[in-house]
């Protein structure tokens, strides 16, 4: 049987494509509250459609008052990780003390933005106490850019999230309804939990298990709650 060929495209260069990144998905959402900041994070590493793990922590105790949730290329956010550590060590050793909160978030700041000409792969969220005690969460962009905020979600569901915290805590484009109910640990933890429990019902990465880190000046807890794992 005889094969046709096209001349013309027999001719042309093959081009062989690398990516040097690729998505394992998931979610982070952190809520400042008074005297407290909450962070939660599914558990799912995920590749496409296939599920490398079910219990993969993605939120890090950085200090005794700051947790670090970071989602998006495993393999970036090992590497930033270490780095963040190294650091944290250097200024440790050097000074005597933990480094806090708003220093934390300014450095994640400088080393993503070293690397803006071949970012990390990462979404990025800082969660804990500043100098006077308050909750603070710092979000960034892959490129370093980063902001203080009451609350925000990032990676693969936070345009599912998002809305459901503009509405929740931030009651955004409602009418008659009363903003000064409290924000205690309990109702933002009971909220965050049930936020991924709704976003692991649309997105294929997010799900197994929610780990949720709450920071005060009593420490930091952190509790689980099942979620869907198909």
């Known amino acids: 049987m005889a094969v046709l060929i096209d001349s013309k495209t027999a001719m042309e260069p093959t081009q062989h494509r690398f990516s040097p990144y690729a998505m394992n998905g998931g979610t982070v959402v952190a809520v400042a509250g008074d005297d407290f900041a909450v962070i939660g994070s599914d558990t799912r590493l995920s590749e496409g459609y296939s599920i490398l793990s079910r219990d993969v922590s993605k939120v890090r105790n950085v200090t005794k008052a700051c947790l670090l949730g970071s989602v998006g290329f495993h393999g970036d956010v090992l590497t930033l990780t270490k780095m963040m550590d190294a650091r944290l060590k250097q200024y440790l050793h050097t000074h005597g003390k933990e480094m806090p909160c708003e220093a934390i978030a300014q450095m994640l700041s400088t080393t993503l933005y070293y690397r803006r000409f071949f970012p990390y792969y990462t979404y990025n969220m800082v969660a804990g106490l500043d100098k006077q005690g308050k909750g603070c969460v710092f979000s960034y962009d892959p490129v370093g850019s980063y902001e203080r905020e009451s609350y925000r979600a990032s990676g693969s569901a936070s345009a599912i999230i998002q809305p459901l915290l503009d509405n929740q805590i931030g009651f955004k484009n409602q ?39 709450i920071i005060d000046k009593n420490g930091i807890e952190t509790v689980r709650y099942p979620l869907r794992s198909d």
Not at 187 to 210: K, M, Q
């Open 175 to 213: 009418s008659n309804v009363h903003t000064s109910i409290p924000m205690t640990r309990e109702r933002v933890r009971d909220l965050v939990r049930d936020i991924f429990a709704a976003a692991s019902e649309r997105d294929i990465y997010t799900g197994d298990e929610v780990e949720i880190a």
